[in-house]
Structures are given as C-alpha cells and as structure tokens.
Nanobody, 117 residues
Framework: QVQLVESGGGLVQAGGSLTLSCVAS????????MGWYRQAPGKQRELVAT???????NYADSVKGRFTVSRDNNKSTVYLRMNSLKPDDTAVYYC???????????WGQGTQVTVSS
C-alpha cells in the first residue's frame, strides 16, 4: 500500500494560484501512475489531472491551460500547479496513485482548496 500525504491547500481569491504537493512512500514511486482528483460539496469525485511513469499527462477539460501536473521521482512527489483559479475549483483535492505491478490504487487524505469570488 502506498501512503500519500498532501499539502498546499488553502484559501485564495479568484484569479490566484496555488501549488499542491503529494509525497508518496511505500512503493517504487517512479513506476506509479500519479494524479489528482477533487470533490466539491454535493458532487462526485472527479479526475483533475494524471501523470504516468513516462511523464505523459492528462487533464480534465475544465482545468486545461490553467493547471499543470508534474512529478519529481527523486523526491517521490507529485505536484499540481493551479493558476487562474475560479470559485468552481473549490473542492477537496485528493492525491491518487496507481501501482501497475500490484494493481493497487491509493488515496491521500485530501486537502481543501477554497477560491473566493
């Protein structure tokens, strides 16, 4: 099982920026798919961005051009840089990991992002 610990959430005004970090432990980080999901009040959890072991990225249409996912394998850390934030981006953001060798999916505890108008 992979342990994931997020940080970097907070309150920001619309148009502002935040960077989320997620440190992983308990597996071979460099081989894992990593990413971010979010869940707003009353809504289902949704994919935000993912990054593969080969650094290929995928984004939800709603964040394309504004958010950037990246990873540092030396630090076992995945990042989510969020620019031009909107009130609709308000949600709990969860770090996600998929280990292809074991087929195991893991989640962080979540970090709150609140964007005020």
């Amino acid at each position: 099982q992979v342990q994931l610990v997020e940080s970097g959430g907070g309150l920001v005004q619309a148009g502002g920026s935040l960077t989320l970090s997620c440190v992983a432990s308990g597996s071979i980080f460099s081989r894992n798919y990593m990413g971010w999901y979010r869940q707003a009040p009353g809504k289902q959890r949704e994919l935000v961005a993912t990054i593969t072991a080969s650094f290929s990225t995928n984004y939800a249409d709603s964040v394309k051009g504004r958010f950037t996912v990246s990873r540092d394998n030396n630090k076992s850390t995945v990042y989510l840089r969020m620019n031009s934030l909107k009130p609709d981006d308000t949600a709990v953001y969860y770090c996600w990991s998929f280990a292809p060798i074991s087929g195991t999916t893991s989640w962080g505890q979540g970090t709150q992002v609140t964007v005020s108008s």
